[in-house]
């Protein structure tokens, strides 16, 4: 399937990523209402680590044995049939954070709104995730893995 | 009585975790052979862990399915609901069910999960009012029994997992609760002392009473229903409710007599295989190996049951797996503190070091025990975005020595760890669980 | 009195209503313009290390950031300008050279924009590139007057040995940029692109880095007072050899590479201890005349077995016409010419302002002056310095140039905003720096992408312009005057161009 | 002031071709080129026309036949001291004309026999008698006012002036000349004074050219000439195109194939499919002869003592077809001009663009390559 690769090489560190993955999860999709009103009703489903010159961008690997989907007792963490993205439906998560525990790249967050898990879905229905669209590096791919 | 006996290539016993893991297991090896799945509860497969909030009103009975509702028939599953199995004949490798019918089998995956200890000393458990929990129906009868009976305090016996999510529940309820707790702390098993006082506080705020040291040793009736208990220390507790939460153990009672080893449940070993060649065992009810060190002993929770069942669906439907082996790990909302516990929390012994960081006021606490400069357990609470982090470096058993100082560390994360394994981690591609 | 009286240059404006505290500026700016202020919870802005980058206002995903010239205005004087009174301040402060970066930014004339290009109309059938070839194959060395083919009927063979040529497939090669003024990611961008395009890089006086090496048949490498990384191998890794005499941006003067940048792997590829400033004389002491110069071209061929191309490249300065003659004569198979718009590094600002001439005449004068004494088939003549568009490289073309350099222009495809800094190793743009938490914000993919896109585009260009004039091969197109006419230009500037004016 | 009225700039025009070739040498009249080139009227604009004809001074063979047109007798007088003082003349006349009614007061047009002195050879060691003889055509044409010499091969000469072709035709009274070869222009001229110097065939030493088209390369093609000596001075194309088959061809030795495919060469893509050899050939050709090379719209016919060849620009953007009957071989810009003279050809065929077509001779030496016909 298509996954997001990080090239910690050429990160700059930016945090554009998290800025437009925000706008893109937001009610308004207008980037200015969503840092005045919206803020804090979101968590970017990708975040930036850095540390001294390495820094890179990190969010769901959407796992081929997702540790994730085998550990959600509500069975809202599921795999999208047609795409193989893992999503996590927030109707049916009760915020446990049995996902949060086995995830091994700490790529799940408590959403700050609903007591729910918050991740990467891909952006599904946008051909490239917003976070690798807004790359000004291209230090996010967006390609094909084999896995 | 001798009714005609149908063949299933492959049977299950149980609806739970380890049952799905298992249908989803042979799925993903083969994908039409029928299954047939027999199990006690009525219902379509539900989420057990889900009882506690619906019993609490957080959640909906529509919202209890484990999975859709064409589950069974996407999967070419023959679901026998409310059929209760009474015993596994091993020798004409058969079930004897409850309905006075048999089902011949050809490979068995035996996930009946656990059953509730009802403690035997305690006097007046049979009482109205005084309830187990670990059932759909066990939550939806306590619902019942509290609006008819306006239950304004309740006890429960136990402060593990379940008695605690009772706990949380019963507060949503706005019933004033008492936990009853026979070790010196809640969470013992799971949580150090530091853990089991944070979230002891928690409860307190929540307006619960927690009563360590100590235990109920009578429940007081009145013309048959509860009125309250009397506790070891021969205090008594006023209350219309008694929740009785020590536990559960592995429920073999199926396969006693069988050619089916057992000890405190059925003996597995890596392939989750029986003693008896075809049967399989996962979930509560089996007794597999332990990820760290390799022992036999039941570890009653959610992951490991859902792991050890597909991994039995895999070998039951030809192709090899290997389970890994357990980890002891649970998260909990305690309410709205959350925590993680994973593997070994409270080490005895000096080969084992300990990493910890507390913030009384936050709260915020974070422990990690290294064995080897390898982690073998983690307690997180408040702040637990990246535990999975750490959980993945125990599974993978990475050597941390080069990093051990950054554990702890606020901005701790896949950046902290040897570029090796973080490259393994982020490159995209399926991750070793 | 304040001991620091330049003011700032440019005042860096945030808009409010924009702005939302993401601070992608603040990560962004090498400079330390933008700092936040986690009292105030916001972004604050000091203008005084601002150089109009632009990288902040190019990252900032709201456009609340502009930047303007500075709003202090000096009181009007013509002779005082800003910027003179600013450099005096400057100077009065540090007691030392001005530098700069960049080519000359000074008003002088741009010939370019005064000569304009013919085209095809009823008499002569436009082409249209689209439908028919249009030939950009260009050959650059030097070449026999005539070629004989033995026996003389259909099954002849060549019987003439031709000198060894470079094929372009665009007439553009890559200027002269060397590894340690341009980043690592930076030359290698260059290399790749110039190896997709089908043209040439060049190494400038940085040496060939091992990475490069592998691209080597689309490098030229240069031989400079300096010498760095000069070995045989080093010659025999390309497809030609270039001495570099002169720069356009700095006439007369030699280069200096701080002994800060030369890390590991610059002072591996130049050949020099680590740590050491790269010091590149202003003349090579081995050449002191043009025998001298005669004596280095055939040591070159020597080492190379005649393989390949010499090229020598030389300022554009008043008597270019006589010295490119000489250096004709004296073996060269490429001359290249770089006028006084040509990029740099770093050079003394007043020489970079005041010295050399427009390549329009240089070049129009080189040409004329080697078909005058029949030795223009003997080089290929290369011109540089300021090339901004397809048309100039068109014009530059038909004045009598077999190909042109560029250099700027690669550098702002790959994202240069021309701030003039690079003497400062604080590239925000990752290209003039060996900083490694500037350098890893050019991405190789995208920078070779980007030169890629503009060769191909300037490509088109060139053929439509071509095919407008009815014509469908840069042979025909070279050196053709009759399709560039005058505007604008006195009787003595239209005699050295050697075209007439429009209307004529 | 010279009244010579060469246009200051390129001179652009469109044209007529013909030329008919007996390749056995049969002599014919000049009748039958008038018929051929007079159906494609609508190609010129009766302001010039002019032929070229091969074989039609046997009795002067080896002497350079001169025409030369005077504007005034002052030039007359200039061109003759000078001709005398380096040249033996053999014969001079004036050039026989008969009134047409559609042409004017034409210049004074005298023809002149002559050879080269010894004196001048020996003075000129390092020059062959042809190239003396050029520095004597350009010299005059140059450098005295009124004088100009339109024809200077041997055993051939050149007839034009301003006019429809076959009024021109009648004019030099051509049904009494008797060639091998003939050549015919009309001319359609867009910018220039109707000048009799200016009307084509264009010639020099043997070589006369008619064309039809516009060289978009001139400007390089003139400079590059420049680097050899050949000074243009009439701004014409037809002019361009003959100094550089002087030059690639009796200077530089090339085969006419190998100058054909310097002016005219095949495309890069092209030279990449053929054989090794031919691959060298067409790469120096390419690479060194770049200032040849004809840009834009063109179809030549280049008359010679020995045959005649046709060629087209590489993408053909200009009409030119050819025939043959016996030992007849026809090129003109419209096969109407053929089947006019010769209703019921063996063979037609259109030329290809870059490809020359070669007519020679059969007992002539051969050009080197006829690999086109």
């Not at chain 2, 307190?204 to 309250?228: L, P």
Request: hydrophobic content about 40%.
């Amino acid at each position: 399937m298509k996954r997001i690769v990080a090239k910690e090489e050429f990160c700059l560190g930016c945090r554009l990523c998290e800025i437009h993955c925000l706008v893109q999860h937001s009610q308004s999709k207008q980037i200015i209402k969503v840092f005045r009103s919206e803020r804090g009703t979101i968590v970017p489903g990708c975040h930036v680590e850095q540390s001294g010159l390495v820094s890179f961008a990190i969010q769901c690997r959407h796992c081929d044995e997702a540790p994730c989907i085998e550990a959600c007792m509500t069975g809202a963490m599921h795999r999208d049939p047609d795409t193989g993205a893992v999503l996590c439906d927030q109707d049916k998560c009760v915020g446990c954070w049995m996902c949060i525990m086995v995830c091994p790249v700490g790529a799940i967050l408590r959403g700050s709104a609903k007591q729910v898990a918050s991740k990467c879905d891909l952006c599904l229905g946008r051909d490239t995730p917003a976070c690798v669209a807004n790359c000004p590096n291209e230090a996010l791919r967006y390609e094909e893995c084999d896995t | 009585m001798k009714s005609a006996t149908p063949k299933a290539p492959y049977a299950i016993i149980g609806n739970s975790v380890a049952a799905v893991g298992g249908v989803t297991g042979i799925r993903e090896v083969d994908s039409d052979t029928p299954i047939t799945l027999v199990a006690r509860e009525p219902h379509h497969t539900y989420s057990r862990p889900l009882i506690s909030y619906l019993l609490g009103g957080k959640v909906d009975e529509g919202r209890m399915p484990y999975r859709p509702s064409d589950f069974y028939d996407k999967n070419h599953v023959r679901p026998l609901l409310g059929v209760e199995v009474l015993r596994v004949d091993t020798d004409a490798r058969r079930l004897e069910m409850s309905n006075g019918t048999s089902l011949a089998f050809d490979k068995l995956l035996i996930a009946v999960g656990g059953r509730p200890i009802v403690p035997p000393d305690m006097t007046g458990t049979d009482a109205q009012g005084v309830f187990t929990f670990t059932t759909w129906d066990d939550a939806r009868n306590i619902k019942a029994y509290v609006e008819k009976n306006a239950v304004r305090e309740a006890v429960v016996v136990g402060g593990g997992l379940i008695g605690l999510k009772s706990v949380e529940a019963l507060v949503e309820l706005g019933i004033r609760a008492t936990v009853v707790e026979l070790a010196d702390r809640i969470l013992s098993i799971t949580f150090d002392r530091t853990a089991s006082d944070l979230a002891t506080k928690s409860l307190r705020k929540a307006g619960v009473e927690v009563r360590c040291n100590n235990t109920v040793s009578e429940i007081k009736r009145q013309d048959g229903r509860v009125t309250g208990v009397v506790l070891r220390d021969g205090t008594e507790v006023p209350c219309s409710l008694v929740i009785l939460a020590v536990g559960v153990v592995p429920d073999t009672r199926i396969v006693q007599g069988s050619a089916i080893q057992t000890d405190r449940g059925i003996l597995v070993d890596d392939h989750l295989r029986t003693s008896v060649a075809g049967i399989y065992a996962a979930g509560d009810v089996a007794q597999a190996a332990d990820l760290l060190d390799g022992s036999k002993c039941p570890i009653p929770i959610f992951p490991n049951a859902y792991r050890q069942g597909l991994v039995a669906g895999h070998n039951m439907a030809g192709e090899e797996k290997t389970y890994e082996g357990g980890l002891a790990m649970n998260a909990v909302d305690i309410c709205g503190l959350p925590t993680i516990s994973v593997g070994i929390t409270t080490p005895t012994g000096d080969e084992y070091e300990v990493l910890s960081l507390l913030d009384e006021k936050a709260p915020a606490y974070k422990k990690i025990v290294l064995k080897h400069d390898r982690i073998v357990g983690a307690i997180f609470i408040g702040p637990i975005d990246r535990a999975g982090i750490v959980t993945g470096l125990i599974k993978q058993r990475v050597n941390v020595s080069g990093f051990k100082d950054v554990l702890l560390t606020e901005d701790f994360g896949l950046i902290s760890l040897p570029t090796e394994y973080r490259k393994h981690v982020v490159s995209g591609t399926g991750i070793a669980i | 009195m304040r001991k620091w009286l330049v003011q700032p240059e440019f005042a860096v404006e945030r808009d409010p209503d924009k702005c939302i505290q993401c601070q992608v500026c603040v990560r962004q700016c090498a400079n330390d313009v933008h700092t936040y202020d986690p009292q105030e919870e916001c972004v604050l802005s000091d203008s005084r290390t601002c150089v109009a980058c632009h990288r902040c206002a190019t990252l900032c995903p709201t456009g609340a950031i502009s930047i303007r010239r500075s709003l202090l205005d000096f009181r009007p004087n013509a002779n005082w300008t800003d910027g003179r009174i600013r450099d005096l301040y400057k100077q009065a402060e540090s007691g030392g050279v001005l530098l700069s970066g960049m080519g000359n930014d000074q008003p002088f004339p741009v010939y370019w924009d005064r000569m304009l290009l013919n085209a095809s109309q009823v008499t002569n059938p436009s082409i249209d590139p689209l439908r028919e070839p249009m030939e950009l194959l260009t050959h650059l060395g030097r070449k026999p007057d005539s070629v004989r083919v033995t026996p003389l009927d259909g099954s002849g063979r060549l019987a003439t040995r031709l000198d060894p040529q470079l094929e372009l497939k665009v007439p553009i090669m890559f200027s002269a940029m060397s590894y340690g003024s341009i980043s690592y990611h930076a030359s290698i961008s260059l290399a790749r692109a110039a190896k997709e395009v089908g043209t040439y890089g060049n190494t400038g006086e940085g040496g060939l880095h091992k990475d490069i090496r592998p691209y080597g048949e689309n490098m030229i490498v240069q031989v400079a007072s300096g010498r760095f990384g000069v070995d045989v191998d080093y010659l025999n890794a390309a497809a030609a050899v270039e001495i570099k005499i002169g720069q356009g941006a700095k006439p007369g003067i030699g280069g200096h590479l701080p002994g800060e940048k030369v890390d590991a792997a610059i002072s591996a590829t130049r050949m020099i201890p680590q740590g050491t400033d790269a010091l590149s004389p202003a003349p090579h002491h081995d050449i002191y005349s043009i025998e001298d110069l005669r004596q280095l071209i055939y040591a070159i061929k020597e080492a190379t077995r005649y393989a390949k191309p010499v090229s020598v490249k030389i300022a554009a300065v008043h008597n270019v016409a006589a010295i490119a003659s000489g250096i004709v004569r004296a073996g060269a198979d490429i001359v290249a010419i770089d006028g006084y718009r040509g990029g740099t590094g770093a050079a003394p600002t007043m020489i970079r302002n005041h010295v050399g001439i427009p390549i329009e005449f240089a070049l129009a004068a080189v040409d004329s002056r080697l078909r005058a004494e029949g030795i223009r088939n003997q080089a290929s003549i290369v011109v540089a310095g300021g090339f901004r568009c397809s048309a100039d490289v068109v014009k530059a073309i038909a004045l009598g140039a077999d190909a042109v350099y560029i250099g700027t222009a690669a550098l702002v495809a790959m994202g240069c905003h021309l701030c003039q800094k690079c003497y400062t190793g604080k590239c925000n743009w990752g290209i003039a720096t060996q900083d490694p938490y500037l350098t890893k914000r050019l991405n190789p993919e995208v920078a070779t992408r980007r030169l890629v896109n503009l060769l191909r585009g300037w490509a088109h260009e060139i053929k439509e312009m071509m095919g407008g004039m009815g014509i469908n091969a840069i042979e025909s197109l070279r050196g053709n005057r009759e399709h560039l006419r005058g505007v604008g230009l006195t009787d003595r500037e239209l005699r050295i161009l050697d075209i007439k004016a429009a209307g004529e | 002031m010279s009244s010579k009225r060469v246009p200051d700039q390129k001179d652009i025009s469109g044209c007529a071709i013909a030329g008919i070739l007996c390749e056995s040498g049969r002599r014919i009249t000049g009748e039958m080129i008038i018929r051929a080139i007079t159906p494609m009227r609508d190609r010129s604009n009766g302001l010039g026309g002019g032929f070229a004809a091969y074989g039609i001074y046997p009795q002067y063979a080896d002497q350079y036949a001169l025409h030369i047109l005077y504007d005034h007798p002052r030039g007359k007088q200039e061109a003759e001291e000078l001709l005398s003082r380096r040249c033996i003349v053999h014969a001079d006349e004036t050039v026989p004309t008969r009134p047409v009614e559609a042409i004017r007061s034409g210049p004074i047009l005298h023809r002149y026999f002559v050879s080269i002195k010894p004196q001048e050879l020996k003075a000129n060691y390092d020059m062959t008698e042809d190239d003396i003889l050029v520095r004597l055509v350009m010299g005059i044409n140059a450098d005295i006012d009124g004088a100009f010499v339109f024809s200077s091969g041997k055993n051939m000469g050149v007839f034009k002036g301003v006019g429809y072709p076959e009024d021109i035709g009648r004019f030099f009274r051509l049904d009494e000349y008797e060639a091998y070869l003939w050549t015919a222009h009309g001319r359609f001229p867009t910018n220039t004074t109707g000048w009799w110097g200016g009307a084509h065939p264009f010639g020099l030493l043997d070589w006369s050219v008619v064309h039809n088209g516009e060289i978009s390369s001139y400007g390089i093609n003139r400079r590059y000439l420049a680097n050899f000596g050949y000074h243009c001075t009439l701004q014409t194309d037809t002019e361009v195109v003959t100094y550089l088959f002087d030059l690639l061809v009796r200077k530089h030795g090339l085969s006419f194939e190998a100058a054909c495919m310097a002016m005219a060469p095949p495309f890069w893509n092209q030279i990449d499919r053929m054989s090794p050899e031919r691959r060298d050939v067409a790469r120096a050709i390419r690479a060194v002869y770049g200032g040849a090379l004809l840009n834009g719209p063109f179809s030549v016919l280049v008359g010679h003592s020995r045959g005649m060849v046709g060629f087209n620009d590489r993408i053909k953007l200009r009409p030119m077809v050819a025939a043959r009957k016996d030992d007849m071989f026809f090129i003109a810009s419209e096969e109407g001009a053929i089947r006019e003279v010769c209703p019921h050809p063996d063979s037609v065929q259109h030329a290809e663009g870059g490809v020359p077509i070669v007519g020679k001779l059969r007992n002539g030496r051969g050009w080197g390559p006829e690999s086109a016909v």
